[in-house]
């Protein structure tokens, strides 16, 4: 059965029928030097199976080492969300077959989590507040990576071979899981993807992931069941895995609610198994069937110590916590003075964090807005991608602001500047030299244009001298059309207004 041949309930009416109940586990790839086990390199990108060694192998008689720096991290990531540090917690053995795990099992955390019982605030698109409570923060490590090869889509359907990459089996990771979301209704949607945004948000700031779900490091399973109006029991769920974008988080979601609703009122039985999100047309598929806790066998890893994390530790990570992106937000807004709808704006665009980074680059607010939220928002909307995942750079946006500043690029060439940035060309200045794009301060060849555009337009110096000074315009553009752009506004116009007058 294929993606498109599903029937799908209208979204008013399932609503009219049932009440959604979501649970989302988001995986966070730390950013650690080493793995969460063994000293090897956690760099992304590298030849596939060059950081591996015994341990992330699982080769006989290697032994696990704890990863301090994994550990700080996630009690780090546990005090963000308000949760309750254990002072003594276990790594388990997690027992499943799949060919990129190595050791045929996943450390990881079952009963005893590091952390516990806690929430975040996220905010919805019209500034409404809604808590999502979290169940646990756990530590475990990554799987190695599968690629399939003559399959559609990489998919392992149809593909002829797999190639296995063991670099990322090991990476450390915390799984996030909330407790069940009753209750959204109609926002569901809307709340899973405010509640990931706000969670990538947050452990971005901490400092402990580069939070880029493009490259894996953060990863969504969305599970989602439905019940008839008016049921008390949560109905069968499904998990759809490895959700990689905020728009795909939505989609997954608002997809499972039409596709189960349809398929209960056909009499069909919703199986809890796991599906797969199918980028290109935003529907998901089925996987295999979705074991219980109790068919991977957890026990306690046998290698690996109790984690002690003491109060007097738990206290000084708590410390090191830096401002928090809703705290921060809130006083950007009072400092830049904007209203509670401006502010949701600039967040709801995705523009917030790159504005801000704008400015600590050196740029005005209002400069940094007015590139984030016009020029590149469109150049975003064309490539149909997030602004953050442009290439350019805050930095590199603020370089262009303080070369027109110091005159020496027009808006217009800064323009052009950025898009030879976005195309790959290289940095600002490289740019810049590459194309000849810094503002001509060649009096002689500037006011030779200003003296041909005069010529040219005798009635225009006519009307000019009869008292219209407002009809320059058109000397301007004439001399920024000969000089390609490049000659300095202030320049031309101080020029023409000396021969005029």
């Known amino acids: 059965m294929t993606a498109t041949t599903y029937d799908l309930m209208d979204l008013d009416e399932v609503l009219e029928k049932f009440d959604p109940v979501m649970g989302l586990e988001v995986h966070?790839?730390?950013?650690?030097?080493?793995?969460?086990?063994?000293?090897?390199?956690?760099?992304?990108?590298?030849?596939p199976n060059s950081n591996v060694d015994p341990v992330s192998l699982g080769l006989p008689?290697?032994?696990?080492?704890?990863?301090?720096?994994?550990?700080?991290?996630?009690?780090?990531?546990?005090?963000?969300?308000?949760?309750?540090?254990?002072?003594?917690?276990?790594?388990?053995?997690?027992?499943?077959?799949?060919?990129?795990?190595?050791?045929?099992?996943?450390?990881s955390q079952y009963d005893e989590p590091i952390a516990y019982e806690g929430y975040l605030d996220v905010q919805?698109?019209?500034?409404?507040?809604?808590?999502?409570?979290?169940?646990?923060?756990?530590?475990?490590?990554?799987?190695?990576?599968?690629?399939?090869?003559?399959?559609?889509?990489?998919?392992?359907?149809?593909?002829?071979?797999?190639?296995?990459?063991?670099n990322r089996a090991g990476i450390p990771l915390i799984e996030v899981v909330?407790?069940?979301?009753?209750?959204?209704?109609?926002?569901?949607?809307?709340?899973?993807?405010?509640?990931?945004?706000?969670?990538?948000?947050?452990?971005?700031?901490?400092?402990?992931?580069?939070?880029?779900?493009?490259?894996?490091?953060?990863?969504?399973?969305?599970?989602?069941?439905?019940?008839?109006?008016?049921?008390?029991?949560?109905?069968?769920?499904?998990?759809?895995?490895?959700?990689?974008?905020?728009?795909?988080?939505?989609?997954?979601?608002?997809?499972?609610m039409m596709r189960q609703a349809a398929a209960i009122e056909n009499g069909e039985t919703i199986r809890q198994e796991t599906r797969h999100y199918q980028e290109t047309d935003g529907t998901t598929l089925a996987g295999r069937i979705k074991e219980t806790a109790e068919d991977y066998r957890y026990f306690n890893d046998p290698d690996l110590p109790p984690v002690i994390a003491p109060a007097e530790w738990v206290e000084e990570i708590r410390a090191t916590l830096p401002e928090l992106p809703w705290i921060r937000r809130a006083r950007i807004q009072q400092e830049w003075k904007l209203s509670d709808a401006e502010m949701r704006d600039l967040v709801n665009a995705g523009a917030f964090d790159m504005i801000t980074e704008t400015v600590e680059a050196g740029a005005t607010s209002d400069e940094a807005r007015s590139w984030w939220?016009?020029?590149?928002?469109?150049?975003?909307?064309?490539?149909?991608?997030?602004?953050?995942?442009?290439?350019?750079?805050?930095?590199?946006?603020?370089?262009?602001?303080?070369?027109?500043?110091?005159?020496?690029?027009?808006?217009?060439?800064?323009r052009q500047a950025v898009d030879a940035v976005l195309a790959g060309e290289g940095n600002v200045d490289e740019v810049i030299a590459k194309h000849g794009l810094e503002v001509v301060r060649d009096d002689g060849a500037i006011e030779k244009a200003v003296d041909e555009a005069l010529a040219a337009n005798p009635g225009i110096v006519e009307k000019y001298r009869a008292g219209n000074t407002k009809v320059t315009g058109a000397i301007v553009g004439a001399v920024m059309k000969a000089t390609r752009g490049k000659a300095d506004p202030a320049q031309v116009n101080k020029l023409i207004a000396e021969k005029l007058n």
């Open 373 to 414: 939220v016009s020029y590149l928002a469109k150049k975003a909307k064309e490539a149909e991608v997030d602004l953050d995942a442009l290439a350019v750079t805050p930095v590199q946006i603020a370089r262009v602001v303080a070369l027109i500043n110091e005159g020496k690029l027009t808006n217009k060439l800064g």
């Open 61 to 107: 008689g290697a032994l696990p080492v704890v990863n301090a720096k994994g550990v700080e991290w996630a009690i780090k990531i546990g005090l963000a969300l308000n949760c309750s540090i254990a002072e003594s917690s276990r790594f388990a053995r997690k027992n499943y077959f799949y060919p990129d795990q190595p050791k045929n099992y996943q450390i």
């Open 178 to 256: 909330t407790k069940p979301i009753e209750g959204a209704g109609e926002r569901a949607p809307e709340v899973a993807k405010a509640y990931v945004s706000a969670l990538r948000e947050l452990v971005k700031s901490l400092g402990v992931s580069d939070a880029r779900m493009d490259q894996g490091s953060i990863r969504v399973d969305s599970n989602l069941s439905l019940r008839p109006i008016g049921q008390q029991e949560f109905g069968t769920r499904t998990e759809t895995k490895n959700i990689n974008s905020l728009k795909s988080v939505e989609q997954a979601v608002r997809f499972e």
């Open 28 to 47: 966070v790839e730390l950013a650690t030097k080493t793995k969460m086990f063994s000293a090897s390199s956690a760099e992304f990108g590298d030849a």
């Open 124 to 166: 919805l698109e019209d500034g409404t507040e809604w808590r999502v409570e979290i169940e646990r923060a756990h530590m475990e490590e990554d799987t190695g990576k599968l690629t399939h090869l003559g399959g559609s889509a990489g998919r392992i359907h149809g593909a002829t071979a797999s190639l296995v990459d063991c």
